[in-house]
Nanobody, 115 residues
Framework: QVRLVESGGGLVQAGGSLRLSCAAS????????MGWYRQAPGKQRELVAA???????DYADSVKGRFTISRDNAKNSVYLQMNSLKPENTAVYYC?????????WGQGTQVTVSS
């Protein structure tokens, strides 16, 4: 069983920064890939940033240049540095791990950006 635990969410003013962390544990097969998704109230869950299986990164257009995804393979962890935050970035942010044709989700961490 795979478990993902996110941390680092919170309340921040517009223009501020937050760093999200996600640590995976359990029976994690390789290769795998990890990423961040978010879901705002009344909206569908969407990709924010993720690694691909070949090690490249994908970003939502709305966060390019402001958010940076990174990972530590030795720690089975992925991070999301979020700068220049905007009120529209308010959402629950979820970590996801893909491995062996399965995907696993964390419980989510709330990010609230005040104007």
């Amino acid at each position: 069983q795979v478990r993902l635990v996110e941390s680092g969410g919170g309340l921040v003013q517009a223009g501020g920064s937050l760093r999200l962390s996600c640590a995976a544990s359990g029976s994690i097969s390789r290769p795998n890939t990890m990423g961040w998704y978010r879901q705002a109230p009344g909206k569908q869950r969407e990709l924010v940033a993720a690694f691909t299986y070949i090690g490249t990164t994908d970003y939502a257009d709305s966060v390019k240049g402001r958010f940076t995804i990174s990972r530590d393979n030795a720690k089975n962890s992925v991070y999301l540095q979020m700068n220049s935050l905007k009120p529209e970035n308010t959402a629950v942010y979820y970590c996801r791990l893909d491995a062996s044709s399965r995907n696993y989700w964390g419980q989510g961490t709330q990010v609230t950006v005040s104007s």
